[in-house]
């Protein structure tokens, strides 16, 4: 039997709502790839947060943070890392520069509706937002804009989590689906000067 393709070195940029599941799916991703061997690195967004926690949430200091993470990926994966990044990354602007950055932007927009992030509201945070406790909360008081084309959009609501790791494993493996490599170099080149 042929051994399979080794997989190519990829951004996988996780978008969403909180509660959307992206951590819950990224991390399945990630424990597939360790499995069958590929250098990985995991991103969330949470957890660079709890590095850095002088971050905040206004629309600028968002920008900040997906760039920062998104550079940092952009240079893992240049040294031929699969990563996989998970943040709410709320703007489309920031998100796009990040994919200037990279080599294989693979964008998976983690689609489920408000309404049932805000029913799981696994963290409390919906309910505190809806108080008033917390300001700039994404999809109460401030945006969520939704990527137009990503490589890849789920909707948890009636799809498991098994299901949604299939479908990025399928992504990532169909080269051919995602953008010419070179189009993507060239805007790479120019946004490592900013
Ligand atoms: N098919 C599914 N895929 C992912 N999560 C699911 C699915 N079905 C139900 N869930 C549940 O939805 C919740 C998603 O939470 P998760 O922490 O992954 O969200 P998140 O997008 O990372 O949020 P945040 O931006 O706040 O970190 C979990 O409680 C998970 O068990
Ligand atoms: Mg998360």
């Known amino acids: ?14 978008t969403g709502l909180s509660g959307s599941g992206k951590t819950t799916i990224a991390r399945d991703v990630r ?12 991103l969330d967004g949470d ?9 905040g949430f206004t629309k600028p200091e968002r920008d900040a943070h997906v760039k ?10 240049h040294h031929g890392v699969i990563v996989i990044c998970a943040l709410i990354s709320p703007y489309a602007a920031s998100r796009n520069y990040v994919r200037g950055l990279c080599r294989r932007f693979v964008e998976i927009h983690i689609s489920t509706p408000l309404a049932e992030c805000e ?9 505190r937002a809806r108080l008033g406790q917390i300001g700039n909360f994404t999809g109460v008081q401030d945006p969520y804009e939704p990527p137009d084309a990503p490589e890849l959009r789920i909707d948890t609501s009636d799809m498991s989590v098994q299901e949604a790791a299939d479908r990025v ?20 080149q120019h946004a490592t000067n900013v």
């Not at 494993?169 to 790479?188: C, F, H, N, W, Y």
């Open 1 to 14: 039997m042929v051994a399979p393709a080794p997989l190519k070195p990829a951004v996988l940029w996780f």
């Open 68 to 77: 920062r993470v998104g550079f940092l990926a952009s240079r893992l994966e």
């Open 169 to 188: 494993m399928r992504a990532l493996r169909g080269d051919d689906e995602l953008a010419p490599i070179e189009s993507v170099t060239r805007l790479g």
């Open 119 to 127: 029913r799981r509201d696994v963290k409390g945070l919906y309910r």
């Open 31 to 42: 424990d597939r790839l360790l499995a069958s061997g590929a250098r990985v690195e995991y």
């Open 47 to 55: 957890v660079i947060r709890s590095v850095f926690p002088e971050t």
